[in-house]
């Protein structure tokens, strides 16, 4: 391993202080160190990228396409090196790394068929009416083009998927916008890896220097001096609230604003309503437990609190107890976040009136065991620090009243997701909670659990703040191209000044919308 930055085409030769992975199932100090870039190694791979810009975003979508296919298949001929480097890094077993580096893969070619079929740009057509009155109507055409260089974080729990070429720099790369990838410190090996394989795409393809870049350093510096950079239009991260709205509130405090699209903190509530409980209690629990200790609850879809109607609950309880009671502590992604689960737990149950049912077996250093809390809806409205991420395998359960219930749920913050278990009956009696969800969640999971998240076109993995820092948007699935574009018109433009999207003769052959009606082409 090289252990420098990526700028551009180049690899960077900054001697500074250098960062080590550690192991966290062994707590090993790994080698090799990796440099800080210098302040002027960020400036380069700032520049590089803008001036890859206006040559990027003219490619044909055609040839975006094709850069994005190589990336997927220069991921693939690394497979070993990153689930080997991985598994050291994270603790995540090789299955989770393989399997991690299979939706990566998919999602970049799942991006490419959306630049194949053209119809996200949403181009549409509005013909001159000269003889309109009173005002005669202009030729009107409008599509979606790239906001500019961004910058991407990586997450700490997604090495793969949601890090160096995952969803963000997908869409990012997509829309063609160029990327500057903040490695996480927790995996640098795997960004090193991965970041190779986009450059030799990049270089096979003919792609602009600058097209992409990857810069070791800390957020605080490293990270911050990207975001308050002129010449970068967006942020995407996955993180902390803590780290996610200081870069917002950078971004926003910067001379000319960006969007910046971060994904922090949700606890993703679970209701289970009395029918479905009478029915299958066990088989409930059974599948709440494998949703809340997968991958040792280090998701951000992570059921982290679950409502039961009184009177309904003691059968799913016996059974989860019987559960957590037997089940292994797992290893964390570092010290920190195995850190910040323990005093996230703790303070949980510093509070009157809530009970704790935990794992027999004792966590070893770096280890978090799967914990559940319990606690009446009265001290839930009471505390609302009970809402708090516990970021890890612990969940908090509420029991009360249908109104208390739903007055627990209204008082809740912005969440990505929602899940209802209910038989038709119970569903048909919930619709009042229902239409609370729906303004709390960005997806609604029926009698199924939070943790999976499919790489599609229509999945939404976003939410009202803090879920996320803009409702509005996905950062799984083609929509999350719209984050990284800014709709544009032209008004009675010469057919030779348009582009091909926005032409009469349609060359490139896409759905479009022509006076107001959808045209298939
Ligand atoms: P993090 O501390 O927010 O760090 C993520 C990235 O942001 C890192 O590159 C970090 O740089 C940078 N950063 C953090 N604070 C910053 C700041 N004030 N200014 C500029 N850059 C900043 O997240 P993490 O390391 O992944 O995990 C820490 C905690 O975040 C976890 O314990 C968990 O509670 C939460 N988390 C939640 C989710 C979720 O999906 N809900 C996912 C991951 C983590 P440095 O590495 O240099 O600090």
Redesign the pocket.
Known sequence: MTATSFIGYSRGVHNGPLSHATNPATGEVMEPGFASPSADEVESAVQLAAAAFPAYRQLTAATRADFMRTIASEIETSIDAIWTRGTAETGLPEARLRGETARTVGQLRLFAAMLDDGSWLDARIEHAQPDRTPLPKPDLRSMLRPVGPVVV?????FPMAYSVAGGDTASALATGCPVIV?A???HPGVAEIVAAAVIRAAQQCGMPEGVFSLLYG???DV??TLVKHPQIKAVG????R???R??MDAAAARPEPIPVYA????INPVVMLPEILAEKAPALAEGFFQSLTMGVGQ??TNPGLLFLPEGSESAFLEKLTSLIHDAAPGVMLNA??CQ??LDATNATVAHEGVEKIASEKIPAPGQGAPVVFRCNAATFLQNPTLTH?M?GPASLIVTGTWEQITAAANSLEGQLTASLHGTTNDLAAAAALMEILERKAGRIVFNGFPTGVDVSHSMVHGGPYPSTSDGRSTSVGTMAAYRFCRPVAWQNAPQEQLPDELKDANPLRIARMIDGKRCDP
């Open positions: 974080f990586c997450a700490s729990n903040k996480h410190s927790s800390s957020g605080r990270g911050m991260f996955t993180g902390s803590a780290g996610g200081a870069l994904e922090m903190s949700s998701f951000c920190g976040i910040a689960y991420e970021f």
